[in-house]
């Protein structure tokens, strides 16, 4: 059968440009990993980086962790609103007009060919402090934005090339550890022009009307490639409802509800019926919701599909008003990224289950720990268990969903920090039982050796993630201060010998388990 | 002790591959080759045979190398030692929990590697070493009680692995103590021993893996020892994946120090045969039957990392920095969901093989198109037994080209430009994500195809100069024969640079120095230091030599390598290191003694947008100063090269092929 083509780029040609375009965006990925000097960018790889078009579509993106996926694109809207100028950069952090939450600091820098915009390259990173009430910008108790560190609406960091030296120094007359934000910044900048010199340089050799003629056919390709995976699924409207455990605030829960529906070759997936906006941080921006519910359609595709602006356009979402799921200001918002997110691709996961054959729920949390004391800050998120399958167990002690974010080794946290780690090792059994388990969780005991606050900004640790097609469900996580039990989110003050022990769920089971 | 050796010696480099075992004999400047089937039920086997067919007199040679596969294939096979693991008791599933992250994004069932060591054969003995020093000590009746359990266990091997040994091993030396003595037939491996770093799940792993590997290793070094003792050779030397050899017996107990000893050969080879054309900063390009290997030689020195990942498994000993991409011959090509045409990962493998081979295969693979194209010749015989067939190329790349509506000779050439595409891409991440402009280097094509691309690959990435080396079929087999002796050594020095006692740091260095000329013969030393801005994650490896520059060198280097430098920022030593070599003289390469001459023969290639007889050149038959303009191609008895327009090729002194852009 041949296949339906009504465009001017061949076969050929089509494959070289997806491939070269995904190698610029993973050059800018490598430049930026490189030339950062924060371990958060460095070594937890928590930073992507992405190549749009003259129109605001992105053709491809380098994404390290999935939160990241599809979600660039409201920052290049914004953008674009300010009219940009060749050699302008723009800084962004503002979750309502572009952003994620405040630690993620995006740079948009207008790429040009003789005065003439062709296209924007966008690096997106998580800063490890943008000031706020506590060290790493991660509150757990925060009830408004202005809490949570500083904002930055879409600005000129660079004007036709040149810093705005002013504005650098207000951002970092701003946060806590303003050498290392200046150091990753210019890592981000310059990440932004290798990819726009690659930019110029397909432009140069290929020419304008034929690099544009091949962007159209990339995100084309890449729609092709997402609908002819939907088209083979059965139409119909599919619900399934979760919960987020808590704000930081008041410990009750608060729903999430999803309808997906598969119509011939889209998808479109409607909150209605999920909570309102909360006063705590749980609240979602909309871009994070959106990078949610296109991980989840991911998951559905074959991994060498690429990612830009045509796997994007078969979805479709549906925002009631007001919502949880998009966030207002001036709601607080810095743990939608890492908490609600994880929950909102669980539940349109298990929607799509319906009809897809997707492993049993993972642990759904990130698990995220902050330990800081006068002059220092450990920052830490803990993997857990993964679903199993029809295919084979649950992978133990891993990252699922949203986050992919490397561990911080005992050995280098402990020269570092006034921190003893008492146990560090996994669950055995906490993962449901069935034909194939779930893989287990993990159990991390730390001891305090100096008086600190704690937050801890965590789910799963009431509702377990739930088994498949029979299979049970995974363990639920705690969270233990001297062996006593503390809720899910949590901020206090600690003393000096106290242990903090965080046990992270275990992942659900898939099919009925055989009884001896 | 290891003797130094002359350069007057008859030096053999042996390297065993998957399909063929390579012999080099070095006497003097006089290369000469043998190629032999190898034997992988007993590889020493396919050893012997070479030795047999280059003729070699046993008595006369004075150094004889080898790179094997041995460690490599039990890895990737995961067919090792049953290993054992003791470890501080709260942390036993540290090698399984790696890092945290699972391999791939988006595919929710895949599974990050097993570790090669299963929860069951996971054992804890309580006790605690913190930065500053033991805070807990050795539970000696849980020592005694988990030697029980790993005795009941019946294992080959056990490795001895407790948080902060890289400060403190006293711990793990009196567990391994306990062992040795309870259970003298099980390796045992300690991590403060294999690796003294900080950070313990590298450290973990490396020693892990050193447990699981050195079993299997050690039994087949004591065989070809046996051998090679026999025939009255000298004693093996063992390629490393640094790239530098050492005697067997220094191996034997350090399996983890040689998984990648087969590609760090080609690679010294490469950097060799280039340096002998007078070329020191080089693109390697190795193009085989199922992958793509690069590597980049900076002045002449072939590039370590110490961050290399093997199958899944970090081994963070120093390793030709190697890069590997799925674009071989083999690679299959395909039209996919989208209308694409894509080339591997996928690999027709060596059975049934590219169609053109005729044993089965239906999809075009690489080798179909640059057949098809005239860059092969139709009927050429590839080992002796398989003939190239071009109307089975044909009718393979009718079938995938009528799929997106191409002609079978539009699918030839999107195939070859598809896969070439994945092999800039391969090139790029070796130099430009390493901080290199590869317009500065020369690329050196190897594998029987590495010349068939070369061209092409130069100009995408601008380079003006590609090098095809006379040996390029058996590369990694000269790179045993005039490899450097080498060891590395590293110790934890953990301290910032403002308050670095310079007296301690050359103390230090001077019991490595001891060491090292305890297991070399008059070794030359190269102090290096791991150094970073305190806090981050990553090190720079620079020279330590003198320590008041330490800290210039190391602004130096992080500029060179992230553009930028902090002065502000507190600098930290984290290790240091030596490098102990003793340097082989190289022997000069001498030209090739040239036989007969037959005018060139022609066949029809498509170039240039069309069919044209080109000039098909018997490499082994120019003669050194011999110009050929291109379009070409030039065979050799197991690599073709083809010359584009635009391109003129030399042949230089050491019978190397040179193309420059004319």
Redesign the interface.
């Known amino acids: 059968?041949?296949?339906?083509?009504l465009s001017a780029i061949?076969?050929?040609t089509?494959?070289?440009f997806?491939?070269?375009l995904a190698?610029v965006a993973e050059?800018m990925g490598?430049?930026l990993v490189?030339?950062s000097?924060s371990?958060n960018i460095?070594?937890r790889r928590d930073c992507s980086c992405a190549l749009f078009d003259a129109n605001g579509r992105m053709i491809a993106q380098a994404?390290h962790?999935?939160v990241h996926l599809g979600a660039m694109q409201e920052a290049v809207a914004a953008v674009r609103e300010r009219a940009p100028e060749p050699g302008d950069v723009f800084m962004l952090n503002d979750p309502f007009s572009g952003g994620t939450h405040l630690p993620d600091i995006t740079l948009v820098g207008a790429v040009d060919v003789d005065g003439e915009i062709v296209g924007y390259t966008v690096t997106r990173a998580h800063h490890s402090d943008v000031g706020g009430m506590t060290p790493g910008s991660m509150p757990a108790g925060s009830r408004s934005i202005y809490q949570e560190g500083i904002i930055i609406p879409p600005l000129r960091l660079l004007r036709a090339g040149v810093y705005d030296e002013p504005l650098l120094e207000l951002v970092l007359a701003n946060v806590r550890t303003p050498?290392i934000r200046r150091?990753d910044l210019?890592?981000q900048v310059?990440a932004g022009s290798v990819g726009g010199e690659r930019l110029r340089a397909l432009i140069g050799r290929y020419g304008l009307d034929f690099v544009r003629a091949a962007f159209d056919e990339v995100i084309a390709?890449?729609e092709?490639?997402t609908r002819?995976v939907l088209r083979r699924l059965p139409d119909g409207t599919y619900t399934a409802a979760g919960e987020i455990e808590g704000d930081g605030v008041v410990d009750a829960d608060i729903p999430i509800r999803v309808a997906a529906t598969i119509a011939g070759d889209s998808l479109r997936i409607d909150f209605t019926g999920t909570a309102e906006p909360v006063p705590g941080n749980v609240n979602c921006p909309r871009s994070v919701t959106r990078s949610a519910c296109l991980?989840a359609l991911?998951?559905l595709?074959?991994?060498?599909?690429p990612t830009n602006a045509g796997t994007s356009a078969p979805l479709e979402i549906v925002f009631p008003q007001p919502s949880l799921v998009d966030a207002r200001p001036p709601s607080a918002v810095v743990a939608g990224n890492v908490e609600t997110s994880q929950r909102i691709a669980d539940v349109v996961l298990a929607a799509l289950s319906q009809v897809v054959d997707?492993?049993a729920a993972?642990q759904g949390t990130m698990n995220n720990v902050i330990i800081g004391g006068a002059d220092w800050t450990y920052y830490e998120t803990?993997?857990g268990g993964?679903?199993a399958?029809s295919?084979?167990?649950g992978?133990?002690?891993?990252?699922?969903g949203m986050s992919?974010?490397?561990?911080t080794?005992?050995?280098?946290l402990?020269?570092?920090f006034p921190l003893?780690i008492?146990?560090?090792?996994?669950r055995?059994g906490s993962g449901g039982d069935g034909i194939h388990c779930g893989g287990d969780g993990?159990e991390r005991?730390i001891r305090v050796l100096e008086p600190a606050t704690l937050s801890l900004l965590s789910d799963r640790r009431r509702h377990a993630p739930a088994g498949k097609d029979g299979g049970l469900a995974g363990a639920c996580g705690q969270n233990l201060l001297d062996g006593a039990p503390l809720p899910p989110k949590k901020t206090c003050e600690i003393g000096p010998q106290q242990v903090v022990s965080v046990l992270t769920p275990g992942g659900g089971g898939w099919g009925k388990p055989r009884r001896a | 002790m290891v003797p130094a050796v002359s350069a007057a010696s008859i030096r053999v480099g042996v390297d065993v591959g998957g399909t063929f075992t390579d012999l080099v004999v070095l006497v003097g400047g006089e290369l000469s080759f043998a190629k032999v089937p190898s034997t992988p039920h007993d590889q020493s086997v396919g050893v012997m045979s070479a030795l047999g067919a280059a003729g070699v007199n046993a008595g006369a040679v004075d150094a004889f190398a080898h790179g094997t596969t041995v460690a490599t294939n039990a890895l990737l096979e995961r067919r090792g030692a049953r290993a054992a693991l003791l470890t501080t008791a709260?942390?036993?599933?540290?090698i399984?929990?790696?890092?945290?992250?699972?391999p791939?994004?988006?595919?929710?069932?895949e599974?990050?590697p097993e570790p090669l060591v299963p929860?069951e054969l996971r054992f804890t003995v309580r006790e605690r070493v913190?930065?500053t020093g033991e805070?807990e000590s050795l539970d000696e009746d849980g020592l005694a009680a988990a030697v029980e359990a790993i005795r009941r266990a019946d294992v080959d091997a056990v490795a001895v692995c407790f948080?902060?040994s890289?400060v403190d091993g006293a711990h793990e030396r009196r567990a391994g103590e306990v062992l040795r003595s309870q259970l003298p037939d099980v390796e045992v491996s300690l991590s403060s021993e294999v690796l003294p770093e900080?950070?313990?799940?590298e450290r973990f792993s490396t020693t892990t893996a050193d447990a699981y590997l050195s079993p299997r290793l050690n039994g087949y070094l004591a065989r070809l020892r046996a051998r090679l003792a026999e025939a009255g050779l000298p004693r093996p030397l063992v390629m490393q994946s640094s790239g530098g050899v050492i005697d067997l017996d220094a191996v034997a107990g350090r399996a983890s120090s040689c998984i990648l000893s087969g590609p760090a050969a080609g690679v010294i080879g490469a950097a060799f045969a280039a340096g002998a054309s007078g070329h020191s900063n080089l693109l390697t390009f190795d193009m085989g039957g199922t992958s793509t290997d690069v590597a980049l030689v900076v002045d002449g020195e072939v590039q370590t990392t110490t961050g290399a990942v093997i199958d899944g498994i970090p081994i963070k000993h120093p390793m030709v920095d190697v890069h590997t991409v799925s674009a071989g011959g083999g690679s299959i090509g395909w039209?996919?969901?989208?209308?694409?045409?894509?080339?591997g990962p996928h690999s027709a493998g060596a059975v049934p093989g590219p169609a053109s081979y005729g044993l089965g295969g239906i999809e075009p693979a690489v080798t179909d198109a640059t057949l098809f194209l005239g860059f092969l010749a139709d009927g050429a015989r590839l080992g002796g037994e398989i003939v190239l067939r071009r109307d089975a190329a044909e009718a393979a790349l009718a079938s995938v080209g009528?799929?997106?509506?191409?002609s079978p000779l539009?699918a030839a050439?999107?195939v070859v430009?598809?896969a070439e595409?994945?092999m800039v891409?391969a090139l790029?991440?070796i130099s430009?994500?390493r901080?290199f402009d590869p317009r500065l280097f020369t690329l050196v094509a190897f594998g029987g195809a590495g010349g068939l691309h070369a061209c092409r690959l130069a100009e995408e990435l601008e380079l003006s100069t590609v090098l095809v080396p006379r040996a390029s079929g058996v590369l990694s087999a000269l790179g045993l024969a005039i490899s450097d002796l080498r060891r590395d050594y590293v110790r934890p020095f953990?301290c910032d640079l403002s308050k670095l006692d310079r007296v301690a740091v050359d103390a230090a260095f001077a019991e490595l120095e001891r060491l090292a000329a305890a297991d070399l013969d008059r070794p030359v030393f190269r102090r290096l230091a791991d150094v970073r801005?305190r806090?981050?994650?990553?090190e720079l490896t620079v020279v330590a030599d003198d320590v008041d520059l330490l800290g210039a060198g190391f602004a130096a280097a992080h500029r060179r390598?992230?553009?930028?430098e902090?002065p502000?920022?507190p600098i930290q030593v984290v290790n240091i290191r030596l490098t102990a070599t003793v340097p082989v003289p190289k022997p000069r390469l001498a030209a090739p003694v040239i036989d007969a001459v037959t005018s060139p023969r022609t066949r029809p290639a498509y170039v240039d947008d069309e069919w044209r007889e080109l000039a098909v050149f018997r490499g082994d038959e120019l003669a050194p100063g011999r110009r050929i303009q291109g379009p070409a191609i030039v065979e050799f008895p197991e690599a073709t090269c083809l010359v584009h327009s635009g391109w003129g090729a030399t042949v230089d002194v050491t019978g190397a092929l040179v193309l420059e852009r004319s």
């Open positions: 059968m041949s296949v339906d083509r061949d076969p050929v089509l494959s070289v997806v491939s070269a190698g050059e490598a430049v490189r030339s000097y371990s460095k070594e994404e962790i999935p050498q150091a210019y890592a310059a390709y890449a092709r490639r002819d991980f991911r998951v595709l074959p991994p060498d599909v997707l492993p993972g803990i993997g993964q679903g399958s295919t084979g167990p992978p133990s002690g891993v990252h699922v992919n974010t490397l561990n080794p005992i050995e280098a402990e020269l570092e003893r008492e146990s560090y090792q996994l055995y993990i005991r | 709260g942390f036993r599933d540290v399984e929990i790696a890092r945290q992250t699972r791939s994004l988006y595919d929710l069932r599974r990050p929860r913190e930065p805070v948080l902060f890289f900080f950070r313990e799940y039209a996919d969901a989208g209308g694409a045409l894509r080339v009528e799929r997106l509506g191409l539009e050439l999107g430009r598809v595409a994945e891409q790029r991440v430009v994500e901080g953990i801005y806090g981050q994650a990553f390598r992230y553009g930028f902090m502000d920022e």
